[in-house]
C-alpha cells in the first residue's frame, strides 16, 4: 500500500531564511508526488507535481523540490521564505493506475520576523 | 469552468443519526471523485474514491460509506453516526485520461456528533 511520511510535524522559520519541508514516500512504482499548501482559513492548493523527467520540479510560489528516487523522497524547498508562507503543508502520493491519492499528515510552518 | 459544490458546510447531528453529504462538480465529465476526512495531526485521510459511477473504492473500514448515482454527484453517508465520526471532510475531484492532475477541494464540510 502507498504511504507518505512528513516528519516534521511543526516547524518555525524567521522571514527571509531558507526551508525544506521533508517527505518520504512508500510505493512499489514509479509514485507520482505532489505538494499542496493550506493557508489559513483558505483550501487546499496545488504547489507542484512530479510525474516523470527531471526530478528537480518548480512551482508556484518560488517552492521546488527535487524526487530522489534512491531515498524515497520528495522534499519542498523555498531559498527565502516570506511571512505569507505560514500555512499547512501537504506531500501527497498517486498511484499509477487507480487514481488513488494518499497525503501525509501534513508540517505546519510557522513563520517569525 | 470547473466547479464543485459540497453541502452541507456544517452540520451537528446526535449519535445514531444518519448522515448525508453531498458532493456535485460541475464543467466537466467523468472526473475522478474522493472524499478525505481532515483531522488535526493525521493530515488529509482518503475515505473514498471513484473512477466512475457506481465505482467506489473503499479505503478504510468505518462506519461510512459512498455512492456515485450520477457522474458527477458523489455522496457520504451513515446509517448510524458515531462519536468517532466527528471531523472535517473534504471532497474533491481530478481530470481522469490515465495521468494525474490537480486536486481539486471543496468547501468541506464539519460534522460534530453528539
Known amino acids: 500500500a502507498q504511504s507518505v511520511t512528513q516528519p516534521d510535524i511543526h516547524i518555525t522559520v524567521s522571514e527571509g531564511a531558507s526551508l525544506e519541508l521533508r517527505c518520504n514516500y512508500s510505493?512499489?512504482?514509479?509514485?507520482?508526488l505532489f505538494w499542496y499548501v493550506q493557508s489559513p482559513g483558505q483550501g487546499h492548493q496545488l504547489l507542484l507535481k512530479y510525474f516523470s523527467g527531471d526530478t528537480l520540479v518548480q512551482g508556484i510560489k518560488g517552492f521546488e523540490a527535487e524526487f530522489k528516487r534512491s531515498q524515497s523522497s520528495f522534499n519542498l524547498r523555498k531559498p527565502s521564505v516570506h511571512w505569507s508562507d505560514a500555512a499547512e503543508y501537504f506531500c501527497a502520493v498517486g498511484d499509477g493506475g487507480y487514481q488513488k491519492v494518499t497525503f501525509g499528515i501534513g508540517t505546519k510552518l510557522q513563520v517569525i520576523p | 469552468s470547473q466547479t464543485i459544490h459540497q453541502w452541507p458546510a456544517t452540520l451537528v447531528q446526535p449519535v445514531g443519526s444518519p448522515l448525508s453529504l453531498e458532493c456535485t462538480v460541475e464543467?466537466?465529465?467523468?472526473?475522478?471523485l474522493y472524499w478525505y476526512r481532515q483531522a488535526a495531526g493525521r493530515g488529509l485521510q482518503l475515505l473514498f474514491y471513484?473512477?466512475?459511477?457506481?465505482?467506489i473504492s473503499s479505503e478504510v473500514p468505518q462506519n461510512l460509506s459512498a455512492s456515485r448515482p450520477q457522474d458527477r454527484q458523489f455522496i457520504l453517508s451513515s446509517k448510524k453516526l458515531l462519536l468517532s465520526d466527528s471531523g472535517f471532510y473534504l471532497c474533491?475531484?481530478?481530470?481522469?485520461?490515465?495521468?494525474?492532475?490537480?486536486?481539486?477541494f471543496g468547501e468541506g464540510s464539519r460534522l460534530t456528533v453528539l
Open positions: 464543467g466537466t465529465s467523468n472526473p475522478n
Open positions: 510505493y512499489g512504482a514509479t509514485p507520482y
Open positions: 471513484s473512477v466512475g459511477i457506481g465505482q
Open positions: 474533491a475531484w481530478s481530470e481522469t485520461g490515465g495521468r494525474y492532475g490537480e486536486l481539486f
